[in-house]
C-alpha cells in the first residue's frame, strides 16, 4: 500500500472512528491484504459511502415520513452507482456480482 492509499485508509478509519472497535487491527488486516496483493480501496471508499447515506437518512427521517425516506435511499444508490461507475470500471448499483 503506497502512501497516497495508507491516506485514504487513515481518513477512512478516522471518519469511521465509532464503527471501527479497533482501528489498528483494522488498519492490520489491511495492510495484510495489500502485502497479498488483495488489497482495493474500493470497499473502504463504498464503507463511507454507506456510512454517509446511513447518516444522512438518520438526520432526515421524520416518523411517518416516506418521502424523506425514497429521497435518502435514491441518493444513497445514486452515489454508488458513481462510485461504481468511476472505480469498478462501469458497474451499476444494481449489478451484485459486479459485472
Known amino acids: 500500500m503506497g502512501e497516497h492509499d495508507t491516506s485514504i485508509v487513515i481518513a477512512a478509519i478516522l471518519q469511521r472512528g465509532g ?6 487491527g483494522y ?3 489491511l495492510t495484510a491484504k495489500a502485502r497479498a ?7 473502504v471508499l463504498m464503507a463511507l459511502l454507506r456510512g454517509k447515506a446511513a447518516k444522512a437518512m ?9 418521502a424523506a425516506d425514497l ?5 444513497a444508490r445514486l452515489a454508488t452507482s458513481k462510485f461504481n461507475a468511476r472505480y469498478a470500471g462501469g ?8 459485472n
Do not use: H, M, N
Open 58 to 66: 438518520r438526520e432526515r427521517r421524520r416518523p411517518g415520513d416516506g
Open 19 to 24: 464503527e471501527i472497535k479497533s482501528a489498528g
Open 37 to 43: 496483493g488483495e488489497f482495493s480501496l474500493g470497499p
Open 71 to 75: 429521497a435518502v435511499r435514491y441518493e
Open 91 to 98: 458497474a451499476t448499483g444494481d449489478d451484485r456480482d459486479g
Open 27 to 29: 488498519l492490520r488486516v
